[in-house]
């Protein structure tokens, strides 16, 4: 009988472990780190979306350009819709990058 006080020492030192071990982290001062990640990642998607959008623009002004100093009416209507495309790509970077800043902000 003198063992029992040690028992029910060390199941209670266990209990106490495995509830310290299971307990959930703190939150930084960001919140909810995965917020925080879908944020990151709305961001980078809109930086990506920009980047693309601003790239076929350009080349619809190049093959827009082309196709005018050449007479190729059909190259030229290409470039138009490029550039259309292009500036679609880009507001939606554009709305993508605002939404992930606004994500972070609201999660502070």
Do not use: C
């Not at 709305?95 to 972070?104: D, E, K, L, S, Y």
Request: proline share 3%.
């Amino acid at each position: 009988m003198k063992a029992l006080p040690w028992i029910i020492a060390a199941a209670g030192l266990v209990a106490a472990a495995y509830v310290v071990a299971n307990t959930p982290g703190p939150e930084y001062a960001t919140g909810n780190d995965d917020i925080e990640n879908a944020a990151r990642r709305t961001s980078v998607w809109g930086s990506k979306n920009r980047l693309s959008g601003s790239g076929t623009n350009l080349v619809g002004k190049l093959k827009e350009g082309l196709g005018n100093a050449t007479g190729n009416a059909d190259l030229a209507n290409q470039g138009v819709v490029d550039q259309v495309a292009g500036s679609v790509k880009d507001a939606a970077g554009a709305v993508a990058q605002a939404a992930g800043q606004t994500i972070h902000d609201f999660n502070r």
